[in-house]
């Protein structure tokens, strides 16, 4: 989490999060990095200090972020004591969702509200990862947080999945059913697009 002057940004995992923290830094002044226990950048938006600081967090579209954790896992390695990870990893990308959306569907519409609340009531602005940079400024000029946008904008991307060691095009079948899986994700935030 990262505690501005008059907001706080809810750091969510794969969702440009790391960026995003370096792009504030950078942009914002007297910005401050609160770290949780034994998460670095990600504190829930229930926890931590600012509480009386409105927040805002990012939500990425279902296709992508199955895409961007498999990549993840694939260069960090699987984590046992996760159960989507113990259970459903694979080093083939179509077998690793097939698995998730079959044992575990809704998982990512969860993983999201446990970092940025129940029906998202916490935070006063949610952002999209497809824009990112655009809604980045826009949720800081929504609070009137004073930051340098040309600082913001040319921040260098960080936390970036590999797609040249790890190649994966998921199959067209499965990208629905992850929809399907995540509908109260894509109903809430990607009702629009097709």
């Not at 226990?37 to 805002?56: C, I, M, Q």
């Not at 009531?121 to 497809?130: I, K, S, T």
Request: with cysteine; glycine share 8%.
């Amino acid at each position: 989490m990262l505690m501005m002057q008059k907001c706080r940004f809810i750091c969510c995992p794969k969702t440009g999060s790391k960026f995003s923290t370096s792009a504030l830094v950078r942009a914002t002044p007297y910005s401050v990095l609160h770290e949780g226990s034994a998460r670095k950048y990600h504190t829930r938006v229930d926890e931590g200090p600012g509480l009386d600081l409105p927040s805002f967090g990012f939500v990425r579209h279902p296709v992508t972020w199955y895409e961007s954790y498999w990549r993840y896992r694939m260069q960090t390695g699987w984590t046992e004591n996760h159960p989507t990870d113990r259970d459903c990893k694979s080093d083939d990308l179509n077998e690793f969702v097939g698995g998730v959306v079959e044992k575990y569907p809704g998982w990512m519409s969860r993983y999201f509200q446990q970092w940025l609340g129940e029906d998202y009531q916490g935070l006063a602005f949610v952002g999209r990862f497809e824009s990112l940079l655009d809604d980045l400024c826009l949720a800081l000029r929504h609070f009137e947080q004073p930051f340098d946008e040309e600082k913001l904008r040319n921040t260098e991307a960080r936390n970036v999945g590999d797609r040249e060691l790890y190649p994966a095009t998921l199959d067209p079948g499965l990208g629905e059913r992850i929809i399907e899986s995540e509908s109260r994700i894509v109903s809430r935030f990607y009702a629009g697009d097709h």
